[in-house]
């Protein structure tokens, strides 16, 4: 178990918060039919509002974050346990998918997000790593990406990726920034998961499941619809309509553990306790994550 607290813009509290917020809700209880072989938060630097040399917010944070993981996640699979990393946001990907790469050898990315996050650098609005790293990580944006995290990457290929539940087109058409599917990966966007669950991410597994055995599971929780779960995207700014329903997360994640590849971890991002001061939003995570472990199809 592996906490992360780290806010893309380099506040103190916000998402930095978030693993405590979600042990503090029964996190590890959740795992309770489970041994846990170790839990720890990553010791990262504070945050920084400020845009660093690569124009990424909070950058120092964000380097110290993808070395931690990349250390922790690699150890964690070679030592045969199953990694799960919580708190943060969607950069935490950069630590871990470098991990997989440097440690593990070939494995699969389900990607479950409202975003296909691949703006490039130099169209980031606010330099936030969370709307960028699957471009980063793909290589099709940051080709003059220099230091530390431009030698870490590309480190992902386009067909051990498959995306499930954007619905960011519109967002996206106003930085004249395509779709994914239009660059060799597999998508599936919200209208086509929210008509069928299940369907989705048996479609998806499927998929990944011709290429490798083995695959990595993340979940952006904006890929809820924000009645559902307010607790995420920022204070003051509007939050795209639209999502699935617990429910439609769920039975898609389930629908997974389909196929004879096997989830070696995952990780679970963008939960903001300032949002959630009665802290349902934390409950309905942790009775979310406790759904998904009880299930017997869930094992290396």
Do not use: K
């Amino acid at each position: 178990m592996i906490g992360v607290p780290f806010d893309g813009y380099g506040r103190p509290g916000n998402q930095a918060r978030a693993a405590t917020a979600l042990r503090e809700a029964g996190l590890l209880d959740a795992f309770e039919h489970h041994h846990i072989a170790a839990q720890c938060d990553l010791d990262l630097p504070a945050g920084d509002p400020a845009r660093g040399p690569t124009s990424l917010i909070n950058e120092r944070a964000l380097l110290a974050m993808t070395r931690a993981l990349n250390e922790r996640v690699g150890s964690a699979v070679t030592s045969g346990r199953l990694p799960i990393v919580y708190g943060g946001d969607c950069s935490v990907l950069f630590g871990i998918v470098t991990a997989l790469r440097d440690h593990v050898g070939d494995v699969g990315l389900v990607f479950i997000d409202g975003h296909e996050d691949t703006m490039p650098l130099d169209v980031s609005e606010d330099g936030e790593a969370a709307n960028t790293e699957l471009g980063l990580l793909l290589g099709l944006t940051g080709r003059t990406l220099g230091g530390e995290l431009g030698d870490r990457l590309p480190a992902l290929d386009r067909d051990r990726l498959v995306v499930l539940g954007p619905r960011d087109d519109a967002w996206r058409r106003q930085f004249n920034v395509g779709t994914l599917a239009d660059n060799g990966v597999w998508v599936a966007p919200l209208a086509e998961v929210a008509d069928d669950p299940a369907g989705a991410g048996r479609r998806a597994i499927e998929q990944l499941a011709e290429r490798v055995d083995r695959w990595w599971l993340h979940i952006d929780l904006d890929v809820l619809d924000p009645v559902e779960f307010p607790a995420q995207g920022l204070p003051d700014y509007p939050d795209e309509p639209g999502g699935l329903t617990w429910d439609q997360l769920l039975d898609m994640v389930m629908a997974l553990f389909t196929t004879s590849a096997s989830c070696i971890g995952g990780s679970v991002a963008i939960y903001d306790p300032d949002q959630d001061p009665d802290s349902a939003g934390a409950a309905q995570i942790v009775a979310f994550i406790r759904n998904v472990v009880a299930r017997p199809t869930i094992s290396r």
